[in-house]
């Protein structure tokens, strides 16, 4: 995953996988660019399971933390 996706927020990068998704659903793709665009949509979703587990975790420590007897 390269340093410039880090700087992408989950909505940017939930939307580029969409428009990939939409590239890779025509029959117009350009087979030529087509691991290049499957391979920065599977860096995408990495970045977005990363950042869904980062805030599931957060949400959870903000929760334990609203009760003291957990």
Same mark, same amino acid.
């Given at each position: 995953?390269?340093? @410039? %996706?880090?700087?992408?927020?989950?909505? @940017?990068?939930? $939307? @580029?996988?969409? /428009? &990939?998704?939409a590239e890779l659903e025509?029959?117009?793709?350009? =087979?030529?660019?087509?691991? $290049?665009?499957v391979r920065r949509a599977a860096d995408l979703i990495?970045?977005?399971?990363?950042?869904?587990?980062?805030?599931? &975790? %957060? =949400? %959870? /420590? &903000? =929760? $334990?933390?609203?009760?003291?007897?957990?």
């Open positions: 995953m390269a340093d @410039e %996706e880090l700087d992408l927020s989950y909505n @940017e990068a939930f $939307a @580029e996988l969409d /428009r &990939i998704l025509r029959d117009d793709l350009d =087979v030529d660019h087509l691991a $290049a665009r990495a970045l977005c399971r990363k950042r869904i587990d980062a805030a599931t &975790i %957060e =949400v %959870e /420590r &903000i =929760v $334990a933390d609203l009760d003291p007897d957990a």
